[in-house]
């Protein structure tokens, strides 16, 4: 079982719909982390919190909002997102941020369809 | 910049076959490796670590060591099962950047 829970498990929506992603850890880990991951590829970075505030933005487009409402939450609020934003969504928490020998622990991820 | 190379997969074995998935890195300081693995319809999980050189990394029968010579940290298994059918991710983190993942390799075990 993964500590790190991911809600919904799947989400079908449309173009025009608003709709949150949710993640929570209760492992007591500062630092959490979205990751957009297509069919057959590594997970790509999009954002990362230390310590609840945002600290990495890897350019993602502004219809992904991420917030941190405190150190066990991590939401991502999606609007007006196109066909090529479908894809599986993986939070991940580590115990400090910037420490180099410390794993990141994955959830199982939303899957996205945006139709 | 840093970087992960793995062995273009898929990797197909039979049951109790003994599996090596290559894995080199290109990194200007001394990072910490890992291996992921990820199930179908799954998230990541940590297969094992290795935080400095000569380190050995090993769970549930699979091991590597950090190789700083040949720059490497090959995946290895003695024995495959069905159950270890999944992708592999191959990947290194130095403190203060993000982690950076191998394009993973597929491996199937057939019974």
């Known amino acids: 079982d993964t500590e790190v829970t991911q809600t919904p498990k799947h989400l079908v929506m449309g173009m025009t719909n608003k709709k949150s992603l949710k993640c929570e850890q209760h492992m007591g880990h500062r630092a959490m982390y979205w990751y957009k991951q297509k069919a057959k590829k590594p997970p790509e970075l999009m954002f990362v919190y230390s310590y609840e505030k945002l600290s990495i933005n890897e350019s993602v487009p502004s219809r992904f909002s991420p917030e941190c409402p405190n150190s066990s939450l991590l939401n991502l609020h999606l609007h007006a997102l196109q066909p090529e934003d479908s894809a599986l969504y993986l939070c991940?928490?580590?115990?400090?941020?910037?420490?180099?020998?410390?794993?990141?622990?994955f959830g199982d991820g939303t899957r996205l369809s945006i139709l | 910049g840093d970087s992960v190379t793995q062995m273009e997969g898929p990797v197909t074995l039979s049951e109790e076959a003994f599996l090596t998935i290559n894995c080199t890195y290109t990194a200007t300081g001394y990072p910490s490796l890992f291996w992921y693995v990820q199930y179908p319809g799954e998230g990541l999980q940590l297969l094992l670590k290795?935080?400095?050189?000569?380190d050995k990394g090993s769970n549930k029968g699979f091991e590597a060591t950090y190789r700083k010579e040949t720059t490497s940290f090959h995946l290895e298994k003695g024995s495959v099962q069905v159950s270890d059918s999944a992708v592999y991710f191959c990947a290194l983190h130095q403190a203060g950047t993000a982690l950076i993942f191998g394009k993973g390799t597929t491996l199937s075990v057939s019974s």
């Open positions: 991940a928490s580590s115990p400090m941020p910037a420490k180099d020998n410390q794993p990141q622990h």
């Open positions: 290795a935080t400095k050189a000569d």
